[in-house]
């Protein structure tokens, strides 16, 4: 199988890479090394061909996509705070770039498979959230995966490529990103561990999360992507919801706590059947699991920002402001 990742050089699509090069597939990377980085490839460097590039604006890179037999787009920006900052490079880095991937497949009915995000949900009726849950975005970021999804599914409908969208639920593991922004709980505490600070726990800590361990991600877009499936959604959860008073209780120390930000669902959760039945996903990484893999990799995170409640404050004053 000749397989393109986009973002092979961040957090979930290196962990990708590394699962389709003990197939029997090649591996080509576009990444613009905006968020992902070189450290997390450098290991199998030598098995596979890197294009840095900027999916935004069309190219010969498009070429690559239509030579191949899969597309799995992973490249995207994440994080609320920035997205509400800066629309529109969300819109251009999440939308248009699908666009530009999806004109490239569409050249020889190449396989896309979308990593969308399970936020389109918002706070749902139901849990746990099944995939035709009302879309409720809260947020650019949220907006323009949605967006994103439902362009490349589109062209797939009306240029006849098949597309699968999977959406992602609270993923974490090795290698999860520690760029500049305020992201994902994981990372955040742990370079507050490795500072001897305290973790910074929104609320009363009682919310809670399908927090999915990466592999387990990584299987399920696999086991899609060998499936005749065309034009379909599927959750990728762990299909089970830890509390951030769990995770703080396996990684061990002190808390601190800061406001309930607006938007915010208590609980998120997805129902996997569907994938279950498709695809015979089967996610077995324990939060109790995940997080032994991840302290034993914890010096990754040795250079990532130490975050307060006071930075955070700062930080996340437009989410307070446009959201509140
Ligand atoms: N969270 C927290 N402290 C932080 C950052 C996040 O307690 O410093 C909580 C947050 O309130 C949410 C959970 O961790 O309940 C997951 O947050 P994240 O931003 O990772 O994912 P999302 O809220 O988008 O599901």
Same mark, same amino acid.
């Given at each position: 199988?000749?397989?393109?990742?986009?973002?092979?050089?961040?957090?979930?699509?290196?962990?990708?890479?590394?699962?389709?090069?003990?197939?029997?597939?090649?591996?080509?990377?576009?990444d613009n090394l905006s968020t992902g980085?070189?450290?997390?490839?450098?290991?199998? =460097?030598? %098995?596979?061909?890197?294009?840095?590039?900027d999916?935004?604006? #069309?190219? $010969?890179?498009?070429? &690559? +996509?239509?030579?191949?037999?899969?597309?799995?787009?992973?490249?995207?920006l994440?994080?609320?705070?920035?997205?509400?900052?800066?629309?529109?490079?969300?819109?251009?880095s999440?939308?248009?770039?699908?666009?530009?991937?999806?004109?490239?497949?569409?050249?020889?009915?190449?396989?896309?498979?979308? =990593?969308? %995000?399970?936020?389109?949900?918002?706070?749902?009726?139901?849990? #746990?959230? $099944?995939?035709?849950? &009302? +879309?409720?975005?809260?947020?650019?970021?949220?907006?323009?995966?949605?967006?994103?999804?439902?362009?490349?599914?589109?062209?797939?409908?009306?240029?006849?490529?098949?597309?699968?969208?999977?959406?992602?639920?609270?993923?974490?593991?090795?290698?999860?990103?520690?760029s500049?922004?305020?992201?994902?709980?994981?990372?955040?505490?742990?370079?507050?561990?490795?500072?001897?600070? #305290?973790?910074?726990?929104?609320?009363?800590?009682?919310?809670?999360?399908?927090?999915?361990?990466?592999?387990?991600?990584?299987?399920?877009?696999?086991?899609?992507?060998?499936?005749?499936?065309?034009?379909?959604?599927?959750?990728?959860?762990?299909?089970?919801?830890?509390?951030?008073?769990?995770?703080?209780?396996?990684?061990?120390?002190?808390?601190?706590?800061?406001?309930?930000?607006?938007?915010?669902?208590?609980?998120?959760?997805?129902?996997?059947?569907?994938?279950?039945?498709?695809?015979?996903?089967?996610?077995?990484?324990?939060?109790?699991?995940?997080?032994?893999?991840?302290?034993?990799?914890?010096?990754?995170?040795?250079?990532?920002?130490?975050?307060?409640?006071?930075?955070?404050?700062?930080?996340?004053?437009?989410?307070?402001?446009?959201?509140?």
């Open positions: 199988m000749k397989a393109v990742v986009t973002g092979g050089a961040g957090f979930i699509g290196s962990h990708l890479v590394e699962r389709l090069l003990e197939t029997e597939s090649t591996v080509t990377i576009i980085r070189i450290d997390n490839i450098k290991k199998f =460097a030598s %098995s596979i061909e890197f294009i840095e590039q999916l935004s604006l #069309p190219g $010969k890179w498009q070429k &690559e +996509i239509a030579k191949s037999d899969v597309v799995f787009h992973l490249a995207s994440a994080d609320i705070v920035p997205s509400i900052e800066n629309p529109s490079l969300y819109y251009s999440n939308v248009t770039s699908t666009l530009n991937i999806a004109e490239a497949a569409k050249a020889n009915s190449t396989k896309v498979v979308y =990593a969308a %995000s399970s936020s389109c949900y918002g706070i749902p009726d139901q849990y #746990p959230t $099944k995939e035709n849950a &009302e +879309i409720r975005t809260e947020y650019p970021y949220a907006m323009t995966k949605r967006l994103g999804e439902e362009l490349i599914i589109h062209w797939g409908k009306v240029y006849k490529f098949p597309v699968v969208s999977t959406r992602f639920f609270n993923v974490y593991g090795t290698k999860s990103r520690t500049g922004t305020y992201g994902a709980v994981l990372g955040i505490f742990l370079a507050q561990k490795l500072a001897g600070k #305290p973790y910074t726990v929104v609320g009363d800590g009682t919310q809670t999360r399908d927090f999915t361990y990466v592999t387990d991600i990584v299987d399920g877009l696999i086991q899609v992507c060998h499936k005749n499936i065309t034009s379909d959604i599927f959750n990728l959860g762990s299909g089970q919801t830890y509390s951030i008073n769990k995770l703080v209780s396996l990684l061990g120390g002190e808390v601190v706590y800061i406001p309930k930000r607006p938007g915010e669902p208590n609980v998120t959760h997805a129902d996997i059947s569907k994938a279950k039945k498709y695809f015979d996903y089967s996610p077995s990484i324990s939060l109790e699991e995940g997080i032994r893999n991840v302290l034993d990799n914890i010096d990754y995170w040795r250079d990532a920002p130490v975050w307060t409640p006071e930075s955070i404050a700062e930080a996340t004053q437009a989410w307070f402001k446009e959201l509140g």
